[in-house]
C-alpha cells in the first residue's frame, strides 16, 4: 500500500544526530530500507521533519522502520494510507458502476 510516513524530529535530539553523525545515517538506512517513490525533507512547526512516499508491504513493517526514530531521534512519526492522482482516477471511477 502506499503510504506517507511522516517524521517530525525533536529539535534537541535532532541536534545532537546531526553533530554525531547519527541523524544521515539513520535517513540512508531508512531510504535504503523503504526505498520511496519521493522523500522530502523541511521545517515543520519548529521542527526539522521528513516525509517519504513508499510501498508499505506489510504493517508488521511499522515497527521496524518506526523505532529507530523514536530511538534514537525522540521522534514523532505517522503513517497514512496516500493515493496519487492515477489510484484516485481508479477509485472514484469504480463508483460509477
Known amino acids: 500500500m502506499r503510504t506517507l510516513l511522516k517524521v517530525t524530529c525533536e529539535v534537541e535530539a535532532s541536534n545532537k544526530a546531526i553533530l554525531d553523525g547519527t541523524l544521515p545515517k539513520l535517513i540512508q538506512s531508512t531510504m535504503e530500507k523503504i526505498k520511496p517513490e519521493a522523500s522530502y525533507f523541511l521545517p515543520e512547526n519548529g521542527c526539522r521533519t521528513a516525509m517519504f512516499v513508499f510501498d508499505l508491504k506489510d504493517s508488521s513493517d511499522i515497527p521496524v522502520i518506526g523505532e529507530p526514530f523514536f530511538m534514537l531521534l525522540n521522534a ?7 493515493m496519487n492522482a492515477e489510484d484516485l482516477q481508479k477509485g472514484l471511477s469504480a463508483l460509477s458502476r
Request: hydrophobic letters at 45%; proline letters at 14%; charged letters at 30%.
Open 76 to 82: 514523532r512519526i505517522e503513517f497514512t494510507p496516500v
